[in-house]
């Protein structure tokens, strides 16, 4: 079974522009402050913290690893676990991408979670807002099969 996950990316506070790849461009890993739940088939809806939108949709591609054991993140005392994954989908334009509300999800279930499960409507609903902000026709039951 592929579970779904919204994943948070960013600091509170902190302004992100919308060439948010500027500043969260790396998609091949995730870092997490505790062992996460998440494993390999996965499949993580990325939320830029403050911004309320989610600009990408990646695949979890292996099992937990250290990431201070990789140097995979800036801060592994901070961030110790860390998965590799893969881009699906995403939007490069922040303010295209859509947002927290759009798909459901309540803005208080985010606050001071590095990850939260998402049923598949929600996820459903994710991946259709982003492939029209990137004017990409989707068939959502086909991708949700799974």
Do not use: C
């Amino acid at each position: 079974m592929v579970n779904k996950w919204l994943k948070s990316r960013g600091v509170a506070g902190l302004q992100t522009p919308n060439d948010w790849l500027s500043i969260h461009g790396n998609l091949n890993v995730m870092a997490f402050p505790k062992r996460p739940t998440m494993g390999a088939g996965d499949m993580a809806a990325i939320y830029v913290v403050g911004s309320y939108r989610i600009p990408a949709v990646v695949e979890v591609v292996d099992g937990v690893i250290l990431s201070s054991d990789d140097t995979m993140t800036s801060d592994p005392s901070r961030w110790p676990y860390a998965l590799r994954t893969r881009a699906l989908l995403l939007v490069p334009d922040l303010s295209l991408a859509p947002t927290l509300t759009d798909v459901g999800i309540d803005t208080l279930s985010v606050r001071s979670q590095s990850h939260i499960a998402l049923s598949n409507e929600q996820y459903e609903r994710i991946v259709v807002g982003l492939a029209q902000a990137a004017g990409v026709e989707f068939k959502p039951v086909l991708a949700l099969a799974a």
